[in-house]
């Protein structure tokens, strides 16, 4: 059962080959049996889960079964949920429950999916290998001396897995297709706004999106279906009409042996350079030519802003970030200090203790190009160059349908080897931030295997709410090749 994709599942469950209650004991149980080597999850809620399960069956028994009722799912723990706590993976929130539900998460559970847990990931979603995570790293299953990537490195180790047939992550710079693309995934990085923020504990405002990780592009359209759309509570959420992100993957081809005829893929020059491993470089042109045999044409692009989009997004996500974490002072929740004199050494020492090295290397940062001074030289030249950056995707997305590159430079690294150079590893983040700068959707889709036999991503790139139209073009790619069905031996 657990090696099925969340759409063969479904389908086992409306058959009634077995009940929701046999699945998820099932992943319940190779959790408890794989976490403790993989790390995945931060909490496992079994007895939550096998009510929710009950339940699921029960509706299902009535009659009021939709597509995903019954199916086990796992949230990254940066969606607030409700009697379950949300960590962000840091000590400041160790203890924190919150009251409500994040939309996403609320959505999924109206939508009668099963929550198994929380999924580890980097504190408050900061980094890109899920090194810095209060309760310690997440392994990636193809090679547990390897990370798994980050910042949702616990979602995608979970998929990756078969913890679990989907999971939410969340997207500031990379978080999803990075960690998606370095264990085997499907991953989609939604444009900015059509998925709300709502208690989704904030990192970036301006550029944080949640998205759904899953083994297939059908699969994150199907999650992507139950959580995405307008919400009055989140001020930046898109208003627009629903939408059936399954719609164009249910469309037979005109000619089958083609279902991607016509479809033009801008190639950007910028994004196959110097610092590309050999190994992607080699998995990604193999990707291309195999859309181009399923129809596609290759067009070459330039993005050449692509070099400044890292010190543009680590001015403006650390600036955002400093202001958004001020909220977490000791006072109304999370960790307080359990001595202090007054209330200024209150704070002080409650987030001195309660927060990791990366996340107060991001504070620091940010108030200081916020500060009095420096605004003008870092914070303000940064927005403009996020303006340039967003009118080079403009040009090159008026030229093609759809931008394909790698996600990341190269495959998952030993873990360990970044953890002293936060400089070298956030020059890692350069094929991904730059989407998120300009709000576009992105994926990342398996497209072949590196040195090692580590995964590899491909990264597809759209316009604005193309999102349909990226799972429509990985989903017959998905069609014709065999990465994203393989999976670790574990
Ligand atoms: N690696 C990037 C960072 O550290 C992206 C993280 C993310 O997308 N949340 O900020």
Redesign the pocket.
């Known amino acids: 059962m657990i090696e099925q994709s969340l759409k063969q599942l479904a389908a086992g469950l409306a058959a009634k080959q077995f009940s929701s209650l046999e699945l998820t004991q099932a992943f319940l149980d190779r959790i408890e049996a794989l976490n403790p080597a993989l790390n995945a999850f931060i909490s496992v809620d079994r007895a939550g889960a096998l009510a929710q399960a009950q339940a699921a069956d029960a509706a299902r028994a009535a009659g009021n079964a939709g597509p995903l009722s019954g199916i086990p799912i796992a949230h990254k723990d940066i969606f607030c949920t409700e009697g379950l706590r949300t960590t962000c993976a840091s000590k400041m929130l160790d203890n924190f429950v919150s009251p409500y539900d994040a939309t996403v998460v609320a959505r999924l559970k109206a939508a009668g999916t099963v929550m198994l847990g929380k999924t580890n990931c980097?504190e408050f979603?900061?980094?890109?290998t899920n090194e810095n995570s209060y309760y310690g790293p997440a392994k990636n299953p193809w090679d547990c001396s390897r990370v798994p990537g980050?910042?949702s490195g616990g979602s995608a180790a979970a998929v990756a897995a078969r913890l679990a047939p989907g999971v939410t992550g969340?997207?500031?710079?990379?978080?999803i297709r990075?960690p998606a693309s370095f264990c085997g995934v499907t991953g989609l990085k939604p444009t900015y706004g059509a998925v709300s923020r709502w208690g989704m504990v904030a990192?970036a405002s301006s550029l944080?999106q949640g998205g759904p990780l899953a083994q297939t592009a059908e699969d994150c359209a199907i999650l992507l279906n139950a959580f995405a759309g307008f919400d009055e509570k989140d001020s930046t959420s898109a208003e627009r009409p629903a939408e059936d992100y399954t719609r164009l993957l249910a469309q037979a081809p005109a000619d089958p042996s083609k279902p991607l005829a016509g479809v033009r893929l801008g190639v950007p020059k910028e994004y196959f350079g110097d610092g590309l491993a050999d190994d992607v470089r080699k998995a990604v042109e193999a990707a291309l030519a195999e859309m181009e045999k399923l129809g596609a044409v290759r067009v070459e692009v330039s993005l050449p802003k692509t070099e400044l989009s890292i010190p543009a997004?680590y001015v403006i996500?650390p600036a955002e970030a400093s202001s958004n974490l001020s909220r977490f002072d000791g006072v109304r929740y999370g960790h307080r200090a359990a001595e202090y004199s007054d209330l200024m050494d209150m704070y002080c020492k409650s987030r001195a203790e309660g927060f990791g090295g990366e996340v107060k290397r991001r504070i620091m940062v940010g108030t200081y190009v916020l500060s009095h001074g420096y605004y003008d030289a870092y914070y303000l030249q940064a927005l403009k160059l996020r303006r340039l950056i967003a009118e080079d995707f403009a040009t090159a997305l008026k030229q093609c349908d759809v931008l394909v590159g790698p996600v990341c430079p190269g495959t998952a690294w030993p873990l360990g080897q970044m953890a002293d150079d936060p400089v070298r590893?956030?020059l890692a983040?350069i094929y991904?931030?730059s989407l998120?700068l300009a709000g576009l959707p992105g994926m990342s889709v398996p497209c072949g295997f590196g040195a090692g036999g580590l995964p590899v991503g491909m990264q597809l790139i759209g316009n604005y709410f193309a999102e349909a139209r990226l799972l429509e073009i990985a989903h017959r790619f998905q069609q014709a090749t065999d990465f994203h069905l393989r999976a670790p031996d574990l």
Do not use: I, K
């Open positions: 980097d979603a900061m980094g890109s980050g910042s969340t997207d500031t710079g990379g978080s990075q990192y944080d997004y996500a590893m956030y983040d991904t931030v998120n």
